[in-house]
């Protein structure tokens, strides 16, 4: 089975200091891996989604993860964050074959970003 | 063009009554998914429409949920007789098929005293 880990339930980081948030993946096949954000009283927006077509996946608002097969991991990274960057931050992993919306989510990763 | 709508968006009931939640997906999305949150842990999937049939109910934890789409529109998900352990928010989301992208509402927050 198909599952995510969040290291670090919440992460602050100045403004305009780099934003990184842990994701590491356990599945038995080659994953389809997706990154989502939760603004408050939100409900939840994809990010980006890795398919295997390139390693280094870009997303909206200036965000990016790099699959990295050997270490299992699907981190994103942002060089310079902004304080609407708040929010909560999910990874997951599809459960589905070719990658559909049944997903397994991580339990979430809490962005604060302080002046 | 609207999107997922979902409501209420806050339920408080007690424990034994009943609860229907009710999700808008985007027009013309086929695919129809709940997730719950419960206590702040990690969001998981219940139950996947395609149209008004039920494609995946693996996630759905007891029959005390009963989730319906009649005609294909909207659906709602009925806890009888709620539990405290239903306490969390439950996402309703869409997609045109299950691969597309998927469209998330904004939950229900619903706490079972």
């Known amino acids: 089975a198909q599952s995510v880990t969040q290291l670090g339930s919440h992460v602050s980081v100045s403004e305009g200091a780099l934003v990184l948030l842990r994701c590491n993946y356990s599945s038995s096949v080659p994953p389809y891996l997706f990154w989502y954000v939760q603004y408050p009283n939100q409900g939840l927006q994809l990010l980006l989604k890795?398919?295997?077509?390139?390693?280094l996946v870009k997303g909206i608002n200036g965000f990016e993860a790099e699959f990295k097969k050997s270490e299992t991991s699907f981190h994103l990274t942002k060089p310079s964050a902004h304080m609407s960057d708040a929010a909560e931050y999910f990874c997951?992993?599809?459960?589905?074959?070719?990658?559909?919306?049944?997903?397994?989510f991580g339990t979430g990763t809490q962005l604060k970003v302080e002046l | 063009e609207a999107g997922v709508t979902q409501f209420p968006s806050h339920s408080v009931i007690e424990k034994g009554q009943t609860v229907t939640l009710r999700c808008d997906p985007i027009?013309?999305?086929?695919?129809l998914y709940w997730y719950r949150r419960v206590m702040g842990k990690e969001i998981k999937f219940l139950l996947h429409f395609v149209k008004e049939s039920k494609q995946d109910e693996s996630g759905m934890p007891n029959n005390r949920f009963l989730a319906e789409r009649t005609g294909g529109t909207y659906s709602t998900l009925k806890v009888q007789p709620a539990e405290l352990e239903d306490s969390g928010v439950y996402f309703c989301?869409?997609?045109?098929?299950?691969?597309?992208?998927?469209?998330f509402g904004s939950g229900t927050q619903l706490s079972v005293l």
């Open positions: 027009s013309g999305h086929d695919n």
């Open positions: 890795y398919t295997s077509a390139a390693t």
């Open positions: 989301a869409s997609s045109r098929s299950p691969e597309e992208k998927l469209f």
């Open positions: 997951a992993v599809s459960s589905a074959p070719g990658g559909g919306n049944k997903l397994t």
